[in-house]
Structure formats: structure tokens, C-alpha cells
């Protein structure tokens, strides 16, 4: 690695489950090597796209739930083709409704906006200029 290379472990609780501490120890030892994780599926952080409300306090069973959540709660569903583009709210969104107690991301919670901040400065003015493009066709 070159200084200043990162390593990202895009994980979720599901799949990953009593691996994760480990994973994230030996991130810790390495520099430049992170962990971030989504609880207790992927479609939380998809979940903080279009929501701001705090994804923790929908009491849910297991990641199908969670997919079912997200696209009934968007019109049409989570289109890979348009949301990428409110990637800034999904940060925010992320980033103020985030829990953890030390190590453990709490249910309805994720960490891939801290991936999604660290690489935003690379993608802001196409994301941007995207995103007034296509600003009509976003409203869900």
C-alpha cells in the first residue's frame, strides 16, 4: 500500500455475525484498513437515502423485512440508476441516527457512511452535478 491508501471491509451484521469482532482487530492493527458495518443488512444504509428518521426504533425481524421496508417506503423501490445521487443525505442521514456501544453497531444503525464521507470529495461535483440533473425525477 502507498501512504494514504485505504482498505475497506464493507460488511453487514447477517452475514458477517460473530467474525466481526475479529475482522475489525485486525483492521485496527493495520493502518489504513477499516471496517464498515451495517446492522443488521445492507438495505439500512439504502434505508438512509430518501429517510431521515432513526432506522433503529422500526422494530423489524431479519434483512428480508428490511428489503421489503425499503422498497415499499420508495416509490418503485431503490433504483441503483437515481439514488446514488443523494448519497450527501444518505451520510447525513447515517451519521446522525448512528449507535454503537464500543465496537458493536447497533440494530437499524451503519458505519458505511464513514466509508461514503472519506470517498465523497472524489465524487462530490459528479454526484452534484448529477443530482440537479436528474433533481425532478428524484422525488420520492
Keep these: 500500500m502507498v501512504e494514504g491508501d485505504q482498505v475497506w471491509f464493507v460488511i453487514d451484521t447477517d452475514a458477517w455475525g460473530e467474525a466481526i469482532p475479529e475482522l475489525k482487530s485486525l483492521c485496527r492493527s493495520r493502518p ?6 451495517s446492522n443488521p443488512c445492507f438495505e439500512v444504509w439504502l434505508y438512509y437515502h430518501v429517510f431521515s428518521d432513526a432506522a433503529w426504533t422500526i422494530p423489524l425481524q431479519g434483512c428480508s423485512e428490511w428489503k421489503n421496508l425499503v422498497n415499499a ?31 458493536e453497531v ?35
Excluded: C
Excluded at 444518505?90 to 441516527?97: D, F, H, L, S, V
Excluded at 470517498?119 to 425525477?137: C, F, N, Q, T
Design 32 to 37: 489504513g484498513w477499516f471496517v464498515a458495518e
Design 73 to 103: 417506503g420508495i416509490p418503485g423501490g431503490f433504483d441503483s440508476r437515481k439514488h446514488p445521487v443523494l448519497i450527501g443525505d444518505a451520510i447525513q442521514n447515517a451519521r446522525i441516527n448512528f449507535r454503537a456501544i464500543g465496537d
Design 106 to 140: 447497533l440494530y437499524g444503525s451503519t458505519e458505511v457512511f464513514k466509508l461514503s464521507k472519506a470517498m465523497y470529495p472524489l465524487i462530490a461535483s459528479v454526484v452534484e452535478k448529477a443530482r440537479r440533473y436528474h433533481e425532478d425525477g428524484l422525488r420520492v
